[in-house]
């Protein structure tokens, strides 16, 4: 068999020589044809390609279109075939090789080739069961008995088929998943696994529907999104016990230690990186086991046990070098570093962080670039080169930067891997103030500072389609606010940079005695219901060091971590206090065009109707506010507005109306944890008993509408709370920024519904008379503090107000106030 083949090869080459010889372009394309049907025959399936192009050019040439097209339908067998047998598929290849069977069919068509019409729908027939049809018919209306039987053959199993290019295909997108979160591109990475998720469930590749949860888990996990990644590897870990693929089940304990080592559970970590280490060893897989090493290794890192972390991380780079895993080895380098670092031996820990930049830089690598610069240059600090550190630090916020770039829109996402590389930033910030540079580290600070944000509002206010504007510090300082303090956290230490007239007026640091942020606004929080002093420890840490810089009565702060939630429009009797996230924010909210605002008419919800919202033993969820009703029938009153209150404040009624109003003011309970508000529930529904989607007003509900209020007021419980990231405070009271409004008043806890009811008349009859809405927040808070039975700080001191100072104008007010009021 072999002799003949060469016999056959010898033959081709020949018809080729001759060809040549004589000038006969047909004959030299019919040779060329000839052997890429031979190394197609061979499974030599490049060089087939390669000969079959060579013979389509010199058919194109000649005007041979019936060989032409039998050269399109080779191709595409040839690229077919390619798809299958590579061992990483190629998705290219399947489609390259069903647009020369178009190419192919086209032809067949034209030159009234029936035969290689069918065979052509054959062909695509692989990639659709339709087309089998198409052959089948074209096979008996030629009368071609060999050409209608393939076909019932083709359509008897194309089923199977389909299946197996299905699995292929998934299994490609995997694989292109997985290269382009190598690459830092999240976004993509996770578009493509998902795909291969969904068919790995259509085609019931249980095996590849658990690697699917394995390398989504990893995305998640690289966004620091530890729950979803650990979710994902949960379900990955059952699936490969269930098929009894160990390898994958190793796969999975190495993700599950991971995640868990991420969240501090550095014992549970091990436990599941011995596993891994168990199983690697049992399949021989030695990749894996220099993996699971690595783990173990980080994992007593993360105890104290250095000496321990050293051996396991000589293991893996070991192992890296044998099985030539250039990205292994510059993560074992990467490592030691660590280690080595925490054992103050800087020499040989900068050594290993160069040999993994090294790497990176050879394999392309932003996230490991942007790690390396960033270990590389907490080293050089050590050693107390500031400059050299700088460098590294910058370009380390460089590439971290570029990487979250790529998460184009995702919101979510941007806000969770920037949480997650936290140190980085703050690590530029601090170095700076050290080496003496104080305006640099303030632009440092701000540029890291509510990044999310500030690419939505970019977003929201663009009025045409040029590319997104470049905030630059030099902008964002202009024309601030009369007195502007900008704070950033690092420790227990806060750094002031007091801003008026555009300059840095002072610097000043403070440390906060006996705890930090985040304990200190818990015991300020505990404290509020027994004691008039208990925002002093606040004062004292946030007010008291600039205190003496305040001229005016105007104060803009930009709170940092755990004081986002700390009442500052209460800790002052003489200055009106308002927060903004970031002064980029405040900018952008600034620059919106005028017209972007709505100018009139205002949306008034109250006490919606949640009767139907109950627990499982039919109790009913939620109280009826029957203040909060009297208070929207009462600022109803004052803007000559029909409130929406009791069963017709529902979520959708709610989420059509804001769209365009000036004003939006809601009366509701709120979750104590996202700030989430509690509407009415849709009367259209899938089902009887409410799901929390049918009367919740969601983060993603409020943040998906374009809004054009100048004010939110959210009388409502906990309106203020979120959960606390680098990027702020994720609340309810962000998504209304986002969403456009220019400025939103919050609570930050439970408000007592007669005490909010006094509070909001008192804010409303002052905005009414043209008061900016800080000053009329300033009086109305004073109004409480003055009666008898609210005067304590739990009634009025939970109101702040986020973003810009308005003031409205509205139409023939001053009678209707006396009136009311």
């Known amino acids: 068999m072999v002799d003949k083949k060469l016999d056959l090869l010898e033959r081709h080459m020949q018809e080729l020589s001759v060809a040549r010889k004589e000038g006969d372009r047909q004959g030299k394309g019919l040779a060329y044809f000839n052997l890429g049907r031979y190394y197609q025959g061979t499974a030599d399936f490049n060089q087939a390609i390669t000969n079959y192009r060579e013979a389509l050019a010199i058919f194109k040439e000649v005007g041979f279109r019936a060989r032409e097209g039998a050269a399109y339908g080779n191709l595409g067998n040839a690229y077919q075939s390619l798809g299958n047998f590579k061992q990483a598929i190629d998705l290219g290849n399947f489609k390259q090789a069903i647009e020369y069977y178009h190419q192919y069919l086209s032809i067949a068509k034209e030159v009234g080739d029936r035969a290689g019409e069918g065979m052509a729908y054959g062909n695509l027939g692989n990639q659709a069961i339709e087309y089998h049809h198409q052959c089948l018919s074209i096979g ?40 382009y979160q190598s690459l830092g591109n999240f976004k993509q990475a996770m578009d493509y696994h998902y795909q291969s998720l969904s068919i790995a469930k259509e085609v019931g590749d249980r095996a590849r529907e658990g690697a699917a949860y394995g390398n989504l888990g990893n995305a998640y996990q690289s966004l620091g999104n530890f729950k979803q990644a650990i979710e994902y590897h949960h379900q990955s870990l059952s699936i490969a016990k269930e098929v009894g693929d160990r390898a994958g089940e190793g796969r999975a304990y190495c993700n599950l230690g991971n995640a868990y080592r991420s969240l501090g559970n550095f014992k549970q970590a091990i436990e599941y990186h011995h596993q891994d ?9 030695r990749a894996g086991e220099g993996v699971a090493y690595g783990n173990l290794g980080n994992g007593y890192q993360s105890l104290g046990n250095f000496k321990q972390a050293i051996e396991y991380h000589h293991q893996d780079l070991s192992i890296a070098k044998e099985v030539g895993d250039r990205a292994g080895e510059g993560r074992a380098y990467c490592n030691l570093g660590n ?30 670039l942007a790690i390396a610069c960033y270990h590389i240059g907490h080293v050089h600090e050590c050693f107390g080169s500031l400059s050299k550190a700088l460098n590294y630090c910058r370009l380390s916020v460089y590439y971290f930067d570029e990487v979250r770039r790529l998460l ?18 703050t690590a530029l910030w601090t170095a700076l103030l050290k080496n003496g540079e104080v305006d640099e580290a303030l632009y440092a600070a701000e540029q890291g500072r509510a990044q999310a944000l500030a690419d939505i509002l970019i977003m929201q206010y663009s009025v045409d389609e040029k590319p997104m504007m470049k905030i630059t510090i030099s902008l964002v300082m202009q024309d601030l606010p009369s007195q502007t303090v900008f704070t950033a956290l690092e420790g227990n230490t806060i750094s002031f940079w007091f801003l008026r007239d555009d300059i840095i007026i002072n610097f000043r640091q403070k440390k906060i005695e006996n705890g930090t942020a985040k304990s200190l606004m818990k015991s300020t929080f505990q404290s509020l219901s027994f004691s008039v002093h208990s925002l002093q420890p606040l004062y004292d840490v946030l007010i008291s060091p600039i205190a003496d810089l305040i001229q005016g009565d105007d104060l803009v702060f930009v709170p940092d971590g755990h004081f986002c939630l700390a009442p500052f429009s209460a800790m002052s009797d003489s200055v009106r206090v308002r927060v903004i996230p970031s002064l980029t924010a405040l900018k952008l909210i600034t620059m919106a065009p005028d017209n972007f605002q709505s100018k009139n008419e205002a949306l008034l919800v109250g006490d919606p109707c949640l009767s139907e919202v109950t627990y499982g033993t039919g109790e009913p969820m939620y109280e009826q506010l029957p203040c909060a009703k009297k208070e929207v029938d009462i600022i109803g009153e004052l803007l000559h507005t029909v409130p929406l209150t009791g069963k017709n404040a529902t979520k ?27 509407l009415a529930p849709n009367p259209e529904r899938t089902s009887k008993i409410p799901k929390k989607e049918d009367y919740m007003l969601l983060l993603s509900d409020v943040q998906a509408v374009c809004l054009q209020a100048r004010l939110v007021v959210l009388s409502c419980c906990h309106s203020g709370q979120g959960e606390v990231k680098s990027e702020g405070i994720v609340g309810i009271a962000r998504a209304f920024l986002c969403a456009g409004a220019r400025s939103v008043l919050v609570s930050l806890w439970a408000i007592d519904d007669e005490a909010t009811f006094l509070f909001m008349k008192s804010f409303y009859q002052h905005l009414a008379d043209r008061k900016s809405a800080s000053t009329a927040l300033h009086h109305a808070m004073k109004s409480l503090q003055e009666t008898k039975n609210y005067s304590a700080i739990k009634y009025w001191a939970p109101f702040v107000l986020i973003g810009d100072d308005v003031t409205f104008e509205f139409r023939q007010l001053e009678h209707v106030l006396c009136t009311c009021f």
């Open 339 to 368: 280690a080595y670092r925490s054992l103050g031996n800087f020499k040989q820990a900068i050594e290993y962080h160069h040999q993994h930049l090294s790497i990176c830089q050879e394999t392309e690598d932003p996230m490991g």
């Open 140 to 179: 008996k209306e030629i009368g071609d008995r060999a050409g209608e039987g393939a076909a019932y053959g083709n359509l008897g199993i194309a089923y199977d088929s389909l299946v197996y290019f299905k699995a292929g295909e998934g299994a490609a997108y995997g694989n292109l998943g997985k290269a």
């Open 652 to 678: 959708a009624e709610v989420l059509k109306r804001m769209k365009s109003v000036a004003l939006i003011h809601i009366a509701a309970h709120g979750d104590d944890r996202s700030g989430e508000i509690a």
């Open 277 to 285: 280490l168990s199983i690697a060893k049992e399949v021989g897989d």
């Open 408 to 425: 184009q829109s995702e919101d979510a996402w941007k806000i969770s891997f920037r949480d997650t590389k936290e140190f980085a930033y």
